[in-house]
């Protein structure tokens, strides 16, 4: 007989346990999604450099999309062409640019995030390094398309996508 009820009584502080993890994983994961979904959306950081533009906002045949694209000869892979035709090439920016405004953390260069550059021309340009010419916008601003891409898991989940703060500038 009380070996039985000691038996039940395992039982029943087992899934007592049981459904206790299961209440503080569950509990967990809602508070980790609640401040994910807040830092990225409600949240504004302090030390913001440039808040994100949507390509829905930006004035038509009047800018250029591209990525940074570190290769010999060439700093962009031009995305969207000025005629809002999408391409793959490589190309370099003349005036106004992000690297020249700012000191960003390699990280942050190579994160993937799209950048916006208001074209006053398109040239071609003879490059020493290539030994061929390239193509060369000459821009007069830049932005940064909504959303900003973030390097690392945590990161990606935690910090705002539509700022560029001060995290992503060197600290040397």
């Not at 409600?42 to 390509?55: D, G």
């Not at 999309?65 to 995305?79: H, M, Q, S, Y």
Request: hydrophobic share 40%; proline share 3%.
């Amino acid at each position: 007989m009380e070996k039985k009820s000691r038996k039940e009584m395992l039982n029943k502080v087992l899934e007592f346990t049981t459904k206790a993890l299961l209440i503080t994983a569950i509990a967990l994961v809602v508070t980790v999604i609640g401040a994910s979904v807040y830092m990225k959306n409600f949240y504004v950081p302090e030390t913001v450099l440039k808040t994100a533009v949507k390509e829905s906002e930006l004035p038509a045949n009047s800018y250029i999309l591209c990525k940074v694209e570190r290769t010999t000869g060439f700093d962009w892979l031009l995305l969207k062409n000025e005629h809002g035709d999408k391409t793959n090439e490589l190309c370099n920016i003349s005036g106004a640019s992000p690297f020249a405004d700012f000191r960003f953390r390699y990280e942050f260069e190579m994160s993937g995030s799209t950048f916006v550059f208001y074209v006053e021309e398109k040239r071609m340009v003879y490059s020493e390094a290539t030994g061929q010419d390239e193509v060369e916008y000459i821009v007069t601003g830049w932005d940064i398309l909504y959303p900003v891409k973030h390097e690392g898991i945590i990161f990606g989940l935690f910090m705002p996508n539509r700022y560029i703060t001060e995290h992503y500038l060197r600290q040397d």
